[in-house]
Nanobody
Framework: QVQLVESGGGLVQPGGSLRLSCAAS????????IGWFRQAPGKEREGVSY????????YYADSVKGRFTISRDNAKNTVYLQMNSLKPEDTGVYYC??????????????????WGQGTQVTVSS
């Protein structure tokens, strides 16, 4: 069964850190581009970060550049999103998504083959 499962979310104070994990089963993540997205209440789902499967290219939304880092552990079939210096505006449900044949813009939610169920991140004092 093909599945993506996110974990690592929670409640954190502003300035704190979290590391999200996206574990795959039923397929090998190393062949897939991976996107991290988030959705705040009442807002559209937005692209946060991206990792190419082919050449190691990574992308970040301007709002998280310098604070978030995406990485892969192919042996564990897992992708991570390290989030530092968290801000209240980072609050939302975070999703990972996998795309075997990336086309178009990485930050568009359309075109990804598989999605996880999401993990809640709340940044609040």
């Amino acid at each position: 069964q093909v599945q993506l499962v996110e974990s690592g979310g929670g409640l954190v104070q502003p300035g704190g850190s979290l590391r999200l994990s996206c574990a795959a089963s039923g397929f090998s993540l190393k062949y897939y581009a991976i996107g991290w997205f988030r959705q705040a209440p009442g807002k559209e789902r937005e692209g946060v970060s991206y990792s190419s499967s082919s050449d190691g290219t990574t992308y970040y939304a301007d709002s998280v550049k310098g604070r978030f880092t995406i990485s892969r552990d192919n042996a564990k079939n897992t992708v991570y999103l390290q989030m530092n210096s968290l801000k209240p505006e980072d609050t939302g449900v975070y999703y990972c998504a996998a795309d075997l044949f990336p086309r178009g813009n990485w930050y568009s939610r359309y075109g990804y083959d598989y999605w996880g169920q999401g993990t809640q991140v709340t940044v609040s004092s």
